[in-house]
C-alpha cells in the first residue's frame, strides 16, 4: 500500500466514523470541503461527498455507470488525479480539462464529456442510488416576479375585434418592461404560445390570424403570462377581457350599421360659447363617447369638421381645437367611419 | 426634391452624379455628394411603399440551394431597409485579408481605409455609439462574458442595432428639400449608353413604358446585391465583366444550429441582457483559427434555452463546476461564405415589365460547405470545456442537405465584387468599374469577402467613401 493509498484508506475510515457519529446533523456541516489538498486523508471522502451532492445527472449519471463499466468509478477517478498536491478541486478540473485536450472524451447523446467527468458521474449515481437512465422533467413553472413590468396593452376588447392590430389578421400585446429579457422568454395568452420579440425594454407578442379569431369570437377573461423558458418560470401580467358585442347602431337614414355599435353616455352635451368644455390640458375642449364598437379608422365630426380622434376599445374621444368659435345654438356631433363612409348621430352640442 | 416619374417625365434629365437604385447606400451617396455641392439625380424604380405587383419586376428563378429571390428584397424607397433588423457591425480587420483556402482574393482595401467612414456610417444608420470594441463595455458588463483564455482561437465581439433606419421615411424629407437632388420615383435604369471606356448615358423608363435619357459626368449602379449584376449582365456590352465576373461569386450568411451550451446563467449575449445598452455579444473566430487552420469568421450566438431534459442546470451550480446559477444557452451560427464563381447570376430568356431579361440564381452551398462550420464548433466546443467555461451538448452532426431548410439573412453579397486586379472581379478600390471610366457600383454586390457581420453599416460606409471620391474627381476635373 503507497502513502496516497494508506491515507485514503484511513481517511474513509476516519470520515465515516466522523459521519456516525454526527448522524441525523446537516451532511454538508460534515462534508470535507473540495479545497482539500489532494494528499489529505480525507481527500477520497470529500470526493465521494461531492458526488453524493452532485445533482442534475439523473440521465447521464447512470448512462456513464454502464457505458464505462467501470468496478470502482469514483476510485479510479481519485487514481487518475494529479497526485502531486494541491487543492482536491484543482486537480479535478485540471484533470477534465487534460481529457478534453486528449480527447479522452465520452460522447452521450450529444453531450461531450470528459472520461473523468463521466466517472464521478458513475460513481455519484451509484451513491445516490439511480440505476436506471431518467429523463428531467421540467415540471410547473414556478410563479415569480422576475421582471417589472412598467406598462402593458391592450386590455381589452370588443367581440369580432382584433385588437392592436398590425396587419394580415393578426393583433397582438405590448409590454414596457425593466429587467434583463433574453430569447427563452415568452408570451402566453390563455396557455396559448404566442410569437414573441424583443427590444430593449419593450417586449410585443402577436396572435396568429387563426387564434386571434378563435380569441375574439368568445366574450370572456383571457390571461396573458411571461413565461422564462430558461428558468421555468411564469409571471402573470394581467387579463385581457373580451367584451360582447353591444348591439349594432342605427344610422341617421335608419339603415343598422355595420361598422358602429350603439351609443351609451356622451359628454359633454352643453358649453358656454367661448369656454372650453371638458378642458384639456393643453387648454382644448374635449369630448368622450360611450361606443361599444367604432372602427379604428373611425372620427369624430362637430358640424362637418373633423376632430383629433381616439378610438379605444368601448370609448372613443376626440379634441376640439376650435371650441372659441362655436355660436350659440345646436352644434350636430357624428361618428364617422371614412372606409365604409357610414355616419352615426351621436347628438347635439348646445351652446349658451 | 422629389417627383413620381409616372405623373411626370421630361424627355431628358441631367445632373453630375446619376446615382441608380433609392435604398441605403443609393440614398446615402446622393445625401453625402449633395452636402459636398454636387447635383444628384437619384432614381427609384418603386414608390415610397410597398409597390403590389410592381415587386414582381425582381421574380426570377432559382437552381443549386432555394433562395426566397422575392421576398428577400423590396422594391421601393429605402429598400431592403425596410425590413431590416438593424443589426449592425464593422467586418473584422480578417475579412479584408487574402485568405489562401478561398477561391477568390479579398479586398483591395482594409479595415483602415473604411474606419473612418464606418463613423460615419453610424451617424446614418442612427447608433448610439460607434465604438464596437469590448473594451466600449464596463468592467462589471465584460465580466459576464465568457472568459477565453489566452490563445483560445476565439475571440468576444459586438453588435450593435439600429432602429432600425428605414431608410425611405427616415431621410425623404431631407431629399426632397435638398435642392441638390432630384430624386425621380418609379423611374428604372435600363440601359447604359457606352462607349469604349466610358457610359455617356443612361436610358430610364417607367413601367408604363415612358423612358427618359440621363446625362450624367458619372453613373452609380445601386440596385442591390443582385439587380446591380442583373443589369449590367443586360446590356449588350457588359461592363466590368472582362474576366467574367459580371454575376459570379454570389454570397449570403447562412445558419447552421448546431446545439447548446451548459454554463453560467450570468452570461450576458443576447440582445437585452445587459440593462440600457442595445448591444449584442457574440463569440468570433479569431484571425489564427481562419489564417493557419483554414477555417471561416463565422460567429456563435448564444440565447437562453430552457433546460436540457439530459443534464440539468443543477450539474454546472455544483461546488465542482461553478458553483453559481447556471442555464442553458441555444447555440447559432452564422458563418461566412466563400465566393464560389458557380455560386452565379445568369439570365433567362423571360423578360420582366420593363423587357429586362430575369435571372437565374445558383446559389452554390452544398452540404460540404458545413464542414469548416462543423469543425469550427467542435473547436469552440473542445475550448469551452476544457477551459471549464460550460459543457456543450451537440445536436446536429451532419451539413445541411441540399433540400433542406438553411438560414439565411437576406444578405446578398459578391456579384459585382471589389478586387484588385481586374482578373479577380468588376470593380476596383474605388468601386469603379474596371473598364468604364466613370461607371461605378455601390452596394454588398461589391463585397470580396464577407465575414458574418451584417452588410448594411459596411454599405452605407462605402457610399459615404465613394462620395469623397467622386467629389474629388468632379473638383479635379472642373
Known sequence: ?352 | MISDALADLPPLLEAEVCVAGGGPAGMVLAMELAERGRSVLLLEGGGTDSPGEGQSIYQGQVSGRDYPLLGSRLRWLGGTSNHWGGWVKPFDPIDFEDKSHFPMPGWPIGLDELAPWYRRASMWCELESDDFAIDSLEPSERARLLPLPEGSGFENRLFRFSPPTRFGRRYRDDLARNPAIDCRLNLNAVALNQNADRVTGLVASTVTGQRCEVRANHFVLAMGGIENARFLLNQAQVPGNQADWVGRCFMEHYGYSPGGLLSSSELAYERGALPGRDVMLVLASGRELVQEHGLRNSCLLLNADEPDPLLGPAYWSSALHSGGPAGMRRIGMINEPLPHPQSRLTLIDERDQLGMRRVNLNWHLPPSEFEPVLALFRRWSDMVSAAGLGRVRQTRFEPTAMDAHVGIGYHHMGTTRMSGSPDFGVVDADARCWDRDNLYLAGSSVFAHAGYSNPTLTIVALAARLAEHLNGRLESSA
Not at chain 1, 497526485?83 to 478541486?89: F, Q, S, Y
Open chain 1, 1 to 352: 500500500m503507497n502513502r496516497r493509498q494508506f491515507n485514503t484508506t484511513l481517511g474513509g475510515s476516519l470520515v465515516a466514523l466522523q459521519l456516525a457519529w454526527l448522524g441525523g446533523c446537516d451532511r454538508a456541516q460534515v462534508t470535507p470541503a473540495l479545497g482539500i489538498d489532494i494528499t489529505h486523508p480525507d481527500a477520497r471522502a470529500a470526493l465521494d461527498a461531492a458526488a453524493r451532492d452532485l445533482s442534475g445527472i439523473d440521465f447521464l449519471g447512470p448512462v456513464c455507470d454502464r457505458r464505462l463499466g467501470v468496478e470502482d468509478p469514483l476510485g479510479a477517478l481519485f487514481s487518475r488525479i494529479d497526485a502531486e498536491g494541491g487543492p482536491l478541486l484543482d486537480a479535478l478540473r485540471d484533470r477534465m480539462s487534460r481529457d478534453f485536450g486528449t480527447d479522452d472524451v465520452i460522447e452521450v447523446d450529444g453531450w461531450r464529456l470528459s472520461y473523468s467527468e463521466c466517472l464521478l458521474m458513475a460513481g455519484a449515481a451509484r451513491l445516490q442510488g439511480l440505476s436506471e437512465p431518467r429523463l428531467a422533467e421540467h415540471g410547473a413553472l414556478r410563479e415569480e416576479q422576475f421582471i417589472t413590468i412598467e406598462r402593458w396593452g391592450p386590455d381589452r376588447t370588443i367581440e369580432g375585434e382584433i385588437f392592436n392590430p398590425i396587419g394580415n389578421g393578426r393583433g397582438g400585446f405590448w409590454l414596457r418592461v425593466d429587467g434583463e429579457v433574453n430569447g427563452a422568454m415568452r408570451l402566453e395568452l390563455d396557455g396559448t404560445e404566442l410569437a414573441t420579440h424583443f427590444q430593449p425594454g419593450v417586449i410585443t407578442a402577436s396572435l396568429e390570424p387563426d387564434y386571434m379569431d378563435q380569441v375574439i369570437a368568445r366574450p370572456g377573461a383571457y390571461e396573458l403570462a411571461l413565461i422564462d423558458r430558461s428558468r421555468q418560470l411564469r409571471q402573470s401580467v394581467g387579463v385581457l377581457t373580451v367584451l360582447e358585442r353591444p348591439p349594432a347602431a342605427i344610422l341617421i337614414d335608419g339603415a343598422t350599421s355595420t361598422v358602429f355599435c350603439e351609443v351609451g353616455q356622451w359628454g359633454p352635451d352643453m358649453a358656454v360659447a367661448g369656454e372650453a368644455f371638458n378642458r384639456q390640458p393643453d387648454g382644448a375642449a374635449g369630448f368622450w363617447v360611450h361606443v361599444g364598437c367604432a372602427p379604428p379608422e373611425a372620427f369624430l365630426e362637430l358640424d362637418g369638421v373633423a376632430l383629433p380622434t381616439t378610438i379605444q376599445p368601448g370609448i372613443a374621444t376626440a379634441r376640439v381645437e376650435h371650441f372659441a368659435t362655436l355660436t350659440r345654438g345646436e352644434h350636430p356631433l357624428d361618428l364617422v367611419d371614412p372606409v365604409s363612409g357610414e355616419r352615426l348621430r351621436v347628438g347635439e352640442l348646445t351652446i349658451q
